[in-house]
């Protein structure tokens, strides 16, 4: 009887795994069951509701209507090729005759791609073909920037908006909306920690200051 080595145990070890994993997979995996099963149990548990969202959308209402029931194992370059091409001229659900946006096909194609790459790793495909795909050129726009003097114009006209002081931070420091919005009180540095300034801040006095009026502000903190 011929011996055993510790490679061969191992060797046949990895066969016996890759027939159970084989046998617990459908007899034709579609492009759209593995792309349906690789966003629920891969990438959601670690994405934000709202990027998943996204995601999910991808997938409803362009990759799985047209590359859906494609067999997962068959799926070419020339199949992704032409699957973006069409987004390019036809992609928009609202105006069929419309194209989707370039940034928007690039996101599509970057989802099947990642998607791939994970059935290549767990050997449900032999290589991943999108990426032998191109995507199509970013879409380049230019920028309509303020003058100084537009911007002037814009905070002297919006003194008495509620919203002046996050003008003013937008404009002055380049941040982006999202950040303005979302910026706490306790990120705000007047020059006193706001714990200290809740006890020393007159609140009765303060709320007679005309708006926006830092300078009135600041002579009432100096008393």
């Given at each position: 009887?011929?011996?055993?080595?510790?490679?061969?145990?191992?060797?046949?070890?990895?066969k016996?795994v890759?027939?159970?994993?084989?046998s617990?997979?459908?007899?034709s995996e579609?492009?759209?069951?593995?792309?349906?099963?690789?966003?629920?149990?891969?990438?959601r548990?670690?994405?934000?509701?709202?990027?998943?969202?996204?995601?999910?959308?991808?997938l409803?209402?362009?990759l799985?209507?047209?590359?859906g029931e494609?067999p997962?194992d068959?799926?070419?370059a020339?199949?992704?090729?032409?699957?973006?091409?069409?987004?390019?001229?036809h992609?928009?659900?609202?105006?069929?005759e419309k194209?989707?946006?370039?940034?928007?096909?690039i996101?599509?194609r970057?989802?099947l791609?990642?998607?791939?790459?994970?059935?290549?790793?767990?050997e449900?495909i032999?290589?991943?073909p999108a990426?032998?795909?191109?995507?199509p050129?970013?879409?380049?726009?230019e920028?309509n920037?303020?003058?100084?003097?537009?911007v002037?114009?814009f905070l002297?006209?919006s003194?008495e908006?509620s919203c002046y002081?996050a003008?003013v931070l937008?404009l002055?420091t380049?941040v982006r909306r999202?950040?303005v919005l979302?910026l706490p009180?306790?990120?705000v540095?007047?020059?006193l920690?706001?714990h200290?300034?809740?006890?020393?801040?007159?609140?009765?006095?303060?709320v007679?200051?005309?708006?926006?009026?830092?300078?009135?502000?600041k002579?009432?903190?100096?008393?």
């Amino acid at each position: 009887m011929g011996k055993f080595t510790q490679k061969g145990i191992d060797s046949m070890e990895k066969k016996k795994v890759k027939i159970r994993v084989n046998s617990t997979r459908p007899e034709s995996e579609t492009v759209g069951q593995w792309m349906d099963l690789w966003l629920e149990n891969y990438v959601r548990p670690s994405i934000r509701q709202s990027t998943y969202e996204v995601y999910r959308a991808y997938l409803d209402n362009h990759l799985i209507p047209k590359l859906g029931e494609v067999p997962l194992d068959e799926l070419s370059a020339s199949d992704i090729q032409f699957f973006l091409r069409d987004l390019q001229y036809h992609g928009n659900k609202k105006s069929p005759e419309k194209g989707l946006s370039s940034s928007t096909i690039i996101c599509i194609r970057n989802l099947l791609k990642s998607s791939l790459e994970q059935a290549v790793y767990e050997e449900r495909i032999p290589r991943n073909p999108a990426r032998q795909t191109k995507p199509p050129k970013s879409d380049t726009k230019e920028m309509n920037v303020l003058t100084q003097d537009e911007v002037t114009r814009f905070l002297q006209n919006s003194t008495e908006n509620s919203c002046y002081a996050a003008y003013v931070l937008t404009l002055t420091t380049g941040v982006r909306r999202g950040e303005v919005l979302g910026l706490p009180w306790r990120s705000v540095f007047i020059g006193l920690p706001w714990h200290e300034l809740d006890k020393r801040l007159p609140w009765q006095n303060v709320v007679k200051l005309p708006l926006w009026d830092t300078e009135a502000l600041k002579r009432m903190l100096k008393r």
